[in-house]
T-cell receptor
């Protein structure tokens, strides 16, 4: 019953460094999403994928890239981290486009860029 | 784009009190969902609503899908300390360009000092 697993849970980066956040789901879900959560801003969609090999931009995609080479994995990359990317990042997955069962979320990655 | 207005932004609860929060939109939604986020965790689905006027309960939680399809309400009866957290509403319009959930900014429940 792993659901959605995010790694790492915490990370501190220096400005300009790069990193990849990994999201893995074991529910055979087609759709996967990356959100960032900032105080008072709620959940904002960065990128999403409607199936293996597909990606699409969400509300705040700038500074991020994603890949979905395998159905169960969705990677979020920061090529050159900036302090404005300090946030908590959540991955989510769903069987379809949000209907029926909603999204299943991971427990988050807390990223600090100094 | 579509936006959800969730209110109140925050509230303090005393054990035993009833709590109400709501979500409104200028657009029609086909599905309303309510999530709770505990500190340090991801949001967890509480209740899902699929028909206008629908009233659904999950223990002490009751949610309603507004008749106009532009709003939804969540009530928590007889609150307990473990109810603290952030509650998010989310709406889905199947006819939307992305078909993704739209989230409100959350209502933060804290215990009265």
């Amino acid at each position: 019953n792993a659901g959605v697993t995010q790694t790492p849970k915490f990370r501190v980066l220096k400005t300009g460094q790069s990193m990849t956040l990994l999201c893995a789901q074991d529910m055979n879900h087609e759709y996967m999403y990356w959100y960032r959560q900032d105080p008072g801003m709620g959940l904002r969609l960065i990128h999403y994928s409607v199936g293996e090999g597909t990606t699409a931009k969400g509300e705040v995609p700038d500074g991020y890239n994603v890949s979905r080479l395998k159905k169960q994995n969705f990677l979020l990359g920061l090529e050159s981290a900036a302090p404005s990317q300090t946030s908590v990042y959540f991955c989510a997955s769903s069987y379809s486009a949000g209907a029926i069962y909603g999204y299943t979320f991971g427990s988050g990655t807390r990223l600090t860029v100094v | 784009g579509q936006q959800l207005n969730q209110s109140p932004q925050s509230m303090f609860i005393q054990e035993g009190e009833d709590v109400s929060m709501n979500c409104t939109s200028s657009s029609i939604f086909n599905t309303w969902l309510w999530y709770k986020q505990d500190p340090g965790e991801g949001p967890v689905l509480l209740i899902a609503l699929y028909k206008a006027g629908e009233l659904t309960s999950n223990g002490r939680l009751t949610a309603q899908f507004g008749i106009t399809r532009k709003d939804s309400f969540l009530n928590i009866s007889a609150s307990i300390p473990s109810d603290v957290g952030i509650y998010f509403c989310a709406g889905l319009n199947y006819g939307g360009s992305q078909g993704n959930l739209i989230f409100g900014k959350g209502t933060k429940l804290s215990v009265k000092p």
